[in-house]
């Protein structure tokens, strides 16, 4: 029970701060008050407030700098502050969840973009994919990757869809090791990475906006496996 307390308390750590650099009070580079300050300020204890300050970290908000204490990062980006992200770690989200919305989102705007899509699209589609294989690294393939699945949503033309799916991919970034998220680039899975695209992008061709969903909800239910 203690611990569930210490988890509500950090809300108040998380949502106070926020105020703090939204009212102009914190600014990039701030350093947060000191933790007896902070403690007596909200109320709540020790444990508590940590717990709150990681959370910030993991949001990207707030840097602990060894010896000196806690900071707001500078270039903070104004996703941060998108209720996608900040409601997700205050009602402690999972990372189902975010496949969840992931695979709600994808999938209907691969059909959307199957609709609409023009030659140009679909040239610009292969184009990232053949980047992707004429990449090296797990972490290039990675990033054509992310362009392609993007470029999808840019076709739709519906940019708080594209602002959404940003804050999807700010999320998993988050709260998925590297490690895990790169090792889905290497061996035999991505020959079926290669092979998912393609089904993807030829549905889009044909305008087939069923079969756009369909290969869509099957390449993010087998990335969900592997980073699951």
Same mark, same amino acid.
């Given at each position: 029970?203690?611990?569930r307390d210490d988890?509500n308390?950090?809300?108040v750590? %998380?949502?106070k701060?926020q105020?703090?650099?939204?009212?102009g009070?914190?600014?990039?580079?701030?350093k947060?008050?000191?933790?007896?300050?902070?403690?007596?300020?909200?109320g709540?204890g020790r444990? @508590?407030?940590?717990e709150g300050? #990681? *959370?910030l970290?993991?949001l990207?908000?707030v840097?602990?700098?060894?010896?000196?204490?806690?900071f $707001?990062?500078?270039?903070?980006q104004a996703?941060?502050f998108e209720?996608?992200?900040?409601?997700?770690?205050l009602?402690?989200?999972?990372e189902s969840? $975010?496949?969840?919305m992931? *695979?709600c989102?994808e999938t209907y705007?691969?059909? #959307?973009a199957?609709?609409? @899509?023009?030659p *140009?699209? %679909?040239? *610009?589609l292969?184009a990232i !994919?053949?980047?992707?294989?004429?990449?090296?690294?797990?972490s290039?393939?990675?990033s054509?990757d992310?362009n392609l699945h993007?470029?999808?949503?840019?076709i739709t033309?519906?940019?708080?869809?594209?602002?959404i799916?940003?804050?999807?991919s700010?999320?998993i970034d988050?709260?998925f090791?590297?490690s895990v998220q790169?090792? &889905?680039f290497?061996?035999?899975?991505i020959?079926n990475?290669?092979?998912?695209?393609?089904? %993807? %992008?030829?549905?889009l061709?044909?305008h087939?906006s #069923?079969a @756009?969903? !369909?290969a869509m909800?099957k390449h993010?239910?087998n990335?969900?496996i592997a &980073?699951?």
């Open positions: 029970m203690e611990k988890k308390l950090s809300n750590v %998380i949502r701060v105020e703090m650099i939204l009212s009070e914190l600014q990039e580079g701030d947060l008050p000191p933790e007896r300050e902070m403690t007596q300020r909200l709540i444990p @508590a407030l940590r300050l #990681k *959370s970290e993991m990207g908000l840097e602990r700098r060894h010896g000196l204490g806690n $707001i990062i500078n270039k903070v996703s941060y209720p996608l992200s900040l409601s997700f770690m009602n402690h989200g999972t969840e $975010i496949f969840e992931r *695979s989102l705007t691969a059909a #959307k199957a609709e609409i @899509a023009t *140009s699209d %679909i040239r *610009s292969r !994919a053949q980047q992707m294989v004429s990449a090296r690294t797990p290039e393939k990675a054509f992310r993007f470029e999808i949503v840019r033309g519906n940019m708080l869809m594209y602002n799916m940003e804050n999807v700010y999320l988050r709260f090791e590297k790169l090792s &889905y290497k061996g035999d899975s020959e990475i290669y092979k998912e695209h393609e089904e %993807i %992008i030829s549905a061709e044909r087939d #069923k @756009a969903a !369909a909800e993010l239910g990335i969900k &980073y699951l």
